[in-house]
């Protein structure tokens, strides 16, 4: 008989192995998956993870976009990541992303047509704001009320996705557009438009926001004395209180940097790569980026990886889909199943299995 | 605006029927929780129980083997997560969450040839459009929801009266007690949150079999988290789940009839309005249990992990 028995320590070994153990597992079930669904099991894995990078065909359009997907992603993690080191569990960025991106683009869209310098800094800043504010609803309803944050965050993601249509049909529409939906194209009004800082880089603010956010998170949890309180406050509530952390501090801290960031990357988006509000902007980002987080152990570090990885399944689904005609929502089931490997790999971190040796008859009685 | 548009014995049938769904959702993750379970997967075998038992229905020809379907779908999503809390010991949150995000794709994917296939009606007990008042509302219905309307009541009867209740409480509020009794913690949470994967399908096929009736890309859109909000409103107490799914069901009717009625109010902001009430009560309901007007009477053990050290 293997019985379990915890470990002392969590084990480091485990800890960096576990990712990539999932990673293999993800491939073989989710091949699995797919043969089920009729499609060849070995391309649709190959398509998915190589071919966006070295096949000789596609790799040209799809590398760049490689980082174009990912900064969002990585952006909004990092944020959620912190939250739930300190076990506060905002689940909604995708509504703050969305509020974000309105914010953003409304500020913009008042400015239009005038040019200046100004104007992309003061969208950031409204696209961080306004996520701000949106995950300060149930931050502050936490602190005040003791209202559980998780079902609030997530109900506003709804309400965010209709005021994102009632923006697109209404306030926020192109008064040029012949009444369709959707406001006007940031691209093509050079003050606001997220371009690329190099040509043909495709590198954009929102990659260099995401970067940056990755080495803060690192310096902020690593080295200053907030991020050892907010780790503190998550793994032992009890001993940070006596240790005069308030926990109202952390809940606040924690949902409004992960609000500003989602705001900031649904700005970022907005501006760049969607270019307009529209009725279909929400992409789901804020939900993949929960898997990002956990895919990267929520260490800054492990979250650059992982958002650069799941960015490559996203590629490789759309790739999938275009040559062999694999269903776009398998990629969410195949990000799904991820994050259960994820999980199960954890007890291998925080636990070891051992041979039982056989009861003795003196222990029996 | 009209109101007059809105005929009240047609309102009352109609809530009812949009209830149903929450109703179901909420009383088995209500058993889970009051084992210490928080599964906050819901909507993820919501939707999946709503995808197999439309492709059952559809396959199969009878809406009844489309609610046994949809149980069972629910009910392996379930497995997943039982398996993963209490045998690999994952924390609760996130492994909710993964269900959730994995049910919504997975059931977009089986489901995509299915999209704009109507379903094989359900059969009601009375219909016809000459219905009295009377008997559109209690008579004119499926036998599910008769259905849904007594599962809350056998559960109310089988915590507060038997033997297996008393179990189900006990591991709820003090796991390393009933382990200690000799109750096998594992396998009892096991069976709950088996048991809200199931209603947690019908709940799921509900809505795709009799309330759109249609099956779509991510329909349940909430209504597995609104259930998760019942939970707490009725404060872990199952009759007061089909109160609290009864009104939810009531408002969701109403901005969808004062939609058609062409109100003053824009379209997005009656469907938002479901979402935002739903806030309003959680931050009501915490303002009561702050000022101490009523008691939380969450589990004791909820969200713990259990792992006995021998």
Known sequence: MYKLEKRPNPSNLWAYLTPFLALIATMIAGGIMFWMLGKPPVDAIRTIFWDPLFNEQFAAYSRPQLLVKAAPLILIAIGLSIGFKAGVWNIGAEGQYVIGALCGAAVALAAYPLEAWWIFPAMVTAGAVGGFIWAMIPAILKIKLGTNEILVSLMLVYVALELLSSMSVGVLRNPDGNGFPGSRNLQQYASAHNAEIWQGSSVHWGVVAAFSAVVLAYVLMSKHRLGFQIKLAGAAPKAARFAGVNPHVITAVCLGISG???????????????????????????????????????????????????????????????????????ISAFQGMLLFFLLAGELLVNYRIRRAAPRTVKEAV | ???????????????????????????????????????????????????????????????????????????????????????????????????????????????????????????????????????????????????????????????????????????????????????????????????????????????????????????????????????????????????????????????????????????????????????FVLVLLSALHKYGISRAQAPAMLGRSFHASN
């Open chain 2, 1 to 279: 605006m009209d109101w007059s548009a809105i005929n009240p014995a047609f309102y009352v049938a109609s809530v009812m029927v949009a209830a149903t769904p929450l109703l179901l959702a909420a009383i088995g993750e209500l058993v889970v929780e009051k084992t210490g379970v928080l599964n906050l997967g819901v909507e993820g075998m919501m939707i999946i129980g709503a995808v197999c038992g439309f492709i059952t229905a559809v396959e199969t020809g009878s809406p009844s083997l489309g609610f046994v379907g949809g149980a069972l779908g629910g009910a392996a999503l379930s497995v997943v997560f039982a398996v993963l809390t209490q045998f690999f010991l994952t924390s609760q949150v996130p492994t909710g969450l993964a269900l959730t995000l994995f049910g919504l794709g997975a059931s977009a994917m089986v489901g995509q040839s299915y999209v704009g296939i109507v379903p094989p009606k359900m059969p009601q007990l009375m219909s016809g459009a000459d219905l009295n008042a009377f008997e559109r509302i209690v008579l004119g219905h499926d036998a599910m929801l008769y259905i849904g309307l007594a599962i809350p009541v056998a559960v109310w009867a089988v915590l507060r009266f038997s033997r297996l209740g008393l179990i189900l409480r006990a591991v709820g509020e003090d796991h390393n007690a009933a382990h200690a009794l000799g109750y096998k913690v594992m396998w009892i949470r096991f069976g709950a949150i088996v048991f809200g994967g199931a209603c947690a399908g019908l709940g799921g096929a509900y809505l795709s079999l009799v309330r759109v009736p249609q099956w779509t890309e991510g329909m349940t859109t909430g209504a597995g988290w609104i259930a998760l909000a019942l939970v707490v409103f009725a404060s872990w107490r199952p009759l007061l789940i089909i109160l609290g799914a009864y009104i939810f069901g009531g408002i969701a009717i109403l901005q969808l009839n004062l939609q058609a009625a062409g109100s003053t109010i824009p379209v997005e902001y009656l469907s938002m309005s479901p979402y935002v009430i739903t806030i």
């Open chain 1, 260 to 330: 500003a960031l989602a705001g900031m990357a649904g700005m970022f988006e907005v501006a760049g790569p969607a270019g307009q509000v529209s009725i279909d902007f929400a992409s789901g980002y804020g939900f993949t980026a929960i898997i990002v987080a956990f895919l990267g152990r929520l260490n800054p570090w492990g979250i650059l990886a992982a958002g650069l990885l799941m960015s490559l399944t996203y590629i490789g689904g759309e790739l999938a889909q275009f040559i062999i005609g694999l269903p776009a929502s398998a």
